[in-house]
């Protein structure tokens, strides 16, 4: 539910810079009861909702927020141009990836203060250290679906200040997550990153899992294009601009070389199931499972006062 997105707090909140909280595979339960869970998998639902059924090309209402945001996003994006790869000795992980990330890490504050109003100026520190989870890790130069996480905290985080609203949850997928994914395969290409906790073959995908799910929401009740049609070259060529999941699996076959089956098996064996909403209900499930209730990749999520680590509280 989205309630939170409706009354902004007051502007007295006692923001904090928020940490990390899960430090053993015990600690597990105390995330799974918090109300930082229960916040985070209520939004990626409501955005599952609100975006079900809709093209990328819907027309739909762009706040100002959003407009901020993209800019954010494109400033990020131009860093990138400025730091080009350099010459060394692995082909993985180049290090220029470092000098980029020391650059957001430096601006990470003034970037999102932009995006937020001064009355709000408070929480930019709190808000800032999601946005600089969400881009890799710069010791590793690696990429996964814990940074993907960081980003939808953020945004997460965004509404529950009041920065984002109710009417602004497709812009917020469609727009604004949209613009990241962009950038984030940006940077996964010109680094050659790694990805972060890869499960390989067996994985769903190498970097990503939150485009999945909104995807397949996209096409639910779609009149002709049904899983089997994503395994088909000349479906989603035709289709990719207007479906989140068909650009995903673009990418996928741009970066991956012999059959389909083989280097993504897990998508292989989702393309035979048999209506859209099985795929996103299924996916939902998997993502619990697989990343929300995985210790390698929530030990690095951090808590604070928009997302904090204390139990549910009723109401």
Same mark, same amino acid.
């Given at each position: 539910p989205l309630y939170s997105l409706e009354e902004a707090p007051p502007a007295t909140q006692n923001f904090i810079i928020p940490k990390k909280e899960i430090h053993t595979v015990p600690d597990m339960g105390k995330w799974k009861r918090s109300q930082a869970y229960a916040d985070y998998i209520g939004f990626i639902l409501t955005l599952n909702e609100g975006v079900k059924g809709k093209k990328l090309t819907f027309e739909y209402k762009v706040s100002e927020a959003i407009e901020k945001l993209v800019a954010l996003l494109n400033t990020?994006? $131009? &860093?990138? @141009?400025?730091t080009p %790869?350099? @010459?060394? %000795?692995?082909? +993985?992980?180049?290090?220029?990836? $470092?000098? &980029?990330?020391?650059?957001? @890490?430096?601006?990470?504050? /003034?970037?999102? !203060?932009? *995006?937020? %109003?001064?009355?709000l100026a408070a929480a930019v520190p709190e808000v800032a250290v999601y946005l600089k989870e969400s881009v890799g890790n710069s010791t590793r130069i690696d990429y996964g679906t814990g940074h993907e996480a960081a980003f939808a905290a953020f945004l997460c985080c965004l509404c529950k200040i009041g920065?984002? $609203?109710?009417?602004?949850? =497709? !812009?917020? *997928? #469609?727009?604004? #997550?949209? $613009?990241?994914l962009e950038v984030m395969r940006k940077l996964q290409k010109t680094y050659r990153m790694e990805p972060a906790g890869s499960q390989g073959v067996w994985g769903l995908d190498d970097f990503q899992f939150l485009p999945f799910i909104w995807g397949s929401s996209q096409l639910i009740d779609h009149p002709y294009l049904e899983p089997r049609h994503f395994v088909d070259e000349k479906a989603v060529n035709e /289709?990719?601009? @207007?479906?989140? +999941?068909?650009?995903? =699996?673009? +990418?996928?076959?741009?970066?991956?070389?012999g059959p389909f089956a083989e280097h993504s098996n897990q998508l292989w064996n989702i393309s035979a199931v048999p209506s859209w909403s099985k795929v996103n209900q299924g996916l939902i499930r998997m993502y619990k499972a697989e990343c929300l209730e995985k210790f390698p990749v929530i030990q690095h999520f951090k808590f604070g006062s928009l997302l904090p680590i204390h139990p549910v509280t009723s109401g």
């Open positions: 990020l994006d $131009r &860093w990138i @141009d400025e %790869p350099v @010459d060394q %000795p692995s082909r +993985f992980g180049n290090k220029a990836y $470092r000098t &980029w990330y020391a650059k957001l @890490d430096e601006e990470a504050e /003034n970037l999102v !203060a932009t *995006v937020v %109003p001064t009355h920065v984002l $609203r109710v009417d602004d949850q =497709i !812009a917020i *997928v #469609f727009k604004v #997550f949209n $613009r990241y /289709n990719h601009k @207007d479906y989140m +999941f068909l650009e995903c =699996i673009l +990418f996928i076959t741009e970066m991956k070389t």
